[in-house]
């Protein structure tokens, strides 16, 4: 399975470009014809000949900082969030945000917030537990907009929740939340 985030066209044209070549099957790389061994490798030396104006152009690379802006990142819409996605980025508004509550049981006691982001495409529960409460819970407002990454999404648990969303987001200590 292949999932496309961002997708940029460059050019289109209908010909082909350069001298494609057929990719070899995995038998195929085990036992290479002959006859075509020679084939490929002029082919490839012929690319690596090349001048450096006629290399595809490589896309922007990415700063390391932390400070994250909506025009370096491309954003996601909540509709297109799932447990097999790592690298995503959202940009929603807050909704609701619930009061922190605390909880005491045998394995321990802690505490909690739950906040709603929503854009053009639908909606998601986000919860904050301990030190996410105390690193997020005053810098998030209702009614302002946010960019959400490095959030765990997990499988919703509708019986805490009231939105149609099938999965949630965990603020975890690698989430990054910036007002937009």
């Known amino acids: 399975m292949i999932i496309i ?4 066209v460059l050019s289109n044209s209908e010909g082909k ?3 494609p070549i057929a990719y070899p099957l995995e038998e195929e790389q085990n036992n290479p014809p002959i006859a075509e061994a020679p084939a490929a490798s002029h082919v490839i030396q012929q690319q690596q000949q090349k001048p450096p104006q ?3 152009q490589q896309q922007p690379q990415q700063s390391g900082s932390s400070s994250r802006t909506a025009k370096q990142v491309a954003i996601l819409p ?3 969030l799932s447990p097999y996605q790592n690298n995503w980025t959202i940009k929603a ?5 619930s009061d922190i509550r605390t909880w005491s049981n045998q394995r321990g006691e802690g505490k909690l917030f739950n906040v709603n982001f929503m854009d053009e495409s639908g909606e998601i529960r986000a919860t904050g537990f301990n030190a996410q409460v105390d690193q997020f819970y005053d810098k998030l407002e209702e009614g302002k907009v946010y960019t959400v ?3 765990r999404v ?4 509708k019986k805490f929740s009231n939105l149609t969303n099938d999965y949630e987001l965990n603020l975890d200590r690698n989430t990054e939340i910036e007002e937009v």
């Open 78 to 80: 909540i509709e297109g």
């Open 154 to 157: 997990n499988l919703a648990k």
């Open 149 to 151: 990454s490095k959030a």
């Open 93 to 97: 508004r807050v909704t609701q945000k």
């Open 17 to 19: 470009i350069g001298k």
């Open 54 to 56: 006629q290399q595809p």
């Open 5 to 8: 985030l961002a997708l940029r």
